[in-house]
């Protein structure tokens, strides 16, 4: 198999910061021409396949025996570089260990997925038919998974692998997310007369003490613990000399597998309006993840750790993923890849490279084995 350190470096020099609702792409277009001249160079075609204007995934299919399809997704951006204490883009190594923006969330799992793609394209071919997908807008509003939904609709697909840190343990279930923006109004005024005015940030403040102190009432998910609500950003004022009349913060909701998001937004709402405070319809909602453990895309790569001597006890994990999209259209989705969430978005974000390479043997060997529904 190729050795992973060449082909992430040079993945790690492309910057793909996603623009958010800015102009540009940010790069992810760059990478995905990048990983389709790479495929292509090793013998498999790949594709780019627009989703907004100048943003593209890309798409690459390694036919197999049966008629079923599996597969392999991760994602081209990354969350911006501020306040990195490394290089973002220089592909610094420091004892195996690769850093930059992206080496873990989620250039090396992509790496993995690239290794493993062509080390089953040059073999007989695999049970299922694997499609590798690099998707743009992870980061943010995740319309490239969406757009692969697209791509994948005259498929029967059985199942998926998406690409993410999780330290190459199965992760089948992870917490979804309602985000909203909260508002106490007041009545401004001339700082040096503040009993002719209301202050919006002293009434936030009982606000953001409820929000702090007082858990949702859920019951806790055996991997995922319980359901959590945080304070994000605050937003207040418009002068040192002026008495605000005005106050929003953001507020994340995490909420867990079988909660309902439009239930979730109602009680929040009523709860806060009990306080005084205004929500507004959230801006990001996103579902929770919970696949069977005994989905065939889950046993066969918890037999292909088990194989390699890794654990295979399926886990949780807190952060949101593409795969809860790919399981709210019926596929079965199981999170895996190299690196530790605790590094993603971090200063010095880094991935070790045994571990990649690592991963790519295992998803071979789960894509080799046997995947029930591939025939």
């Avoid at 798409?59 to 599996?70: E, F, K, L, M, Q």
């Avoid at 609500?229 to 002068?239: C, E, L, W």
């Amino acid at each position: 198999m190729i050795e992973p350190e060449a082909l992430l470096r040079d993945l790690l020099g492309i910057p793909s910061v996603n623009p958010r609702e800015g102009a540009g792409d940010g790069g992810e277009t760059a990478v995905a021409v990048y990983v389709r001249d790479w495929l292509a160079g090793h013998g498999v075609p790949a594709r780019l396949h627009e989703v907004l204007p100048g943003r593209h995934n890309v798409v690459a299919v390694v036919p197999g025996r049966g008629p079923g399809t599996v597969v392999l997704e991760s994602h081209l951006d990354t969350v911006e570089t501020d306040g990195m204490s490394v290089d973002p883009y220089g592909g610094e190594m420091r004892g195996g260990v690769l850093y930059g923006r992206g080496a873990c969330d989620a250039k090396g799992p992509l790496t993995a997925f690239l290794l493993a793609l062509v080390e089953l394209a040059a073999g007989e071919p695999p049970p299922c038919t694997v499609v590798l997908a690099g998707v743009c807008d992870e980061e943010h509003a995740y319309r490239g998974v969406l757009r692969l939904l697209d791509t994948l609709a005259d498929r029967r697909v059985v199942g998926a692998l998406v690409g993410e840190p999780t330290g190459l343990v199965p992760a089948v279930a992870h917490k979804g997310v309602v985000r909203y923006t909260v508002r106490t109004t007041g009545r401004a005024g001339h700082s040096s007369r503040p009993e002719e005015a209301v202050n919006a940030i002293a009434l936030m403040a009982p606000v953001i003490a409820h929000l702090a102190a007082t858990p949702p009432a859920v019951p806790a998910h055996p991997l995922l613990g319980p359901a959590t609500r945080s304070v994000t950003r605050v937003r207040g004022g418009t002068g040192p000399n002026t008495i605000p009349g005005t106050c929003e913060v953001d507020v994340d909701r995490r909420t867990l597998p079988g909660e309902d998001l439009d239930a979730v937004w109602r009680q929040e709402r009523a709860e806060l309006a009990g306080l005084g405070a205004e929500a507004d319809p959230p801006f990001t909602v996103d579902p929770a993840l919970d696949t069977q453990a005994d989905a065939a895309i889950v046993t066969a790569l918890c037999g292909a750790l088990a194989d390699h001597g890794r654990p295979s006890a399926v886990r949780g994990m807190p952060f949101g993923t593409d795969a809860s999209k790919l399981a709210r259209a019926g596929i079965p989705s199981v999170v895996f890849g190299p690196g530790s969430v605790t590094d993603a978005h971090a200063a010095a974000e880094s991935v070790d490279l045994a571990e990649v390479a690592l991963a790519a043997r295992i998803v071979v060997a789960a894509l080799r084995g046997t995947v029930g529904g591939c025939s």
